[in-house]
């Protein structure tokens, strides 16, 4: 079997949505096992990143597989005659489906599904916690005496003049 054989093999008979649904199943396990093996992070960030890492993974798969599934129903709605015609709409149909999943559907469902879901999570975790103490400074107030000397330029107070800068020995740049 010849490589032209076998490409035209796996791009007649593979669905274009399976690569990305093998690929998000796949990171589905090994992104938050990869994440916990992380001996240089902090144990609790470990497990935030790792849970909403298999959350978002938990959302794609699931995803790429139903939305090229439903965008290759849109090739009846063309009403195509050729059979061969027909096959290739449905194909391309299915590569945008798959696009589409990707570039704006998983993100648009993590952003909708994921925050609020750990923000419940942590937030349970968060109400155990010791209730924190209240730090207020308790001295005195200082007092600012009510006339304060002035040193500078009396007519002019709020304008600053160059000859109050004096140049003691430091180079700029040499």
Same mark, same amino acid.
């Given at each position: 079997?010849?490589?032209?054989?076998?490409?035209?093999?796996?791009?007649?008979?593979?669905?274009?949505?399976?690569?990305?649904?093998?690929?998000?199943?796949?990171?589905? #396990?090994?992104?938050?096992?990869?994440?916990?093996?992380? @001996? !240089?992070?902090?144990? *609790?960030?470990? =497990?935030?990143?790792?849970?909403?890492?298999?959350?978002?993974?938990?959302?794609?798969?699931?995803?790429?597989?139903?939305?090229?599934?439903?965008?290759?129903?849109?090739?009846?709605?063309?009403?195509?005659?050729?059979?061969?015609?027909?096959?290739?709409?449905?194909?391309?149909?299915?590569?945008?489906?798959?696009?589409?999943?990707?570039?704006?559907?998983?993100?648009?469902?993590?952003?909708?599904? #994921?925050?609020?879901?750990?923000?419940?999570?942590?937030? @349970? !975790?968060?109400?155990? *916690?010791?209730? =924190?103490?209240?730090?207020?400074?308790?001295?005195?107030?200082?007092?600012?005496?009510?006339?304060?000397?002035?040193?500078?330029?009396?007519?002019?107070?709020?304008?600053?003049?160059?000859?109050?800068?004096?140049?003691?020995?430091?180079?700029?740049?040499?």
């Amino acid at each position: 079997m010849s490589l032209k054989s076998t490409l035209t093999y796996i791009g007649k008979n593979v669905k274009p949505y399976w690569p990305t649904v093998a690929v998000a199943s796949a990171e589905l #396990v090994f992104r938050p096992l990869f994440t916990m093996m992380d @001996k !240089k992070s902090p144990e *609790e960030t470990k =497990k935030y990143t790792a849970l909403r890492e298999g959350v978002t993974e938990l959302i794609a798969a699931p995803t790429y597989l139903a939305l090229p599934i439903l965008a290759a129903k849109g090739s009846d709605l063309l009403k195509i005659k050729d059979a061969k015609a027909a096959k290739m709409a449905k194909h391309n149909l299915q590569t945008v489906g798959t696009w589409t999943a990707a570039l704006f559907v998983i993100p648009g469902l993590c952003s909708a599904i #994921v925050k609020p879901f750990m923000e419940k999570i942590y937030s @349970k !975790k968060q109400k155990n *916690e010791p209730a =924190k103490l209240d730090v207020t400074s308790k001295t005195e107030d200082i007092k600012i005496p009510s006339q304060v000397t002035q040193t500078g330029n009396t007519i002019y107070p709020h304008r600053v003049s160059l000859s109050a800068f004096q140049n003691h020995g430091l180079k700029v740049g040499g």
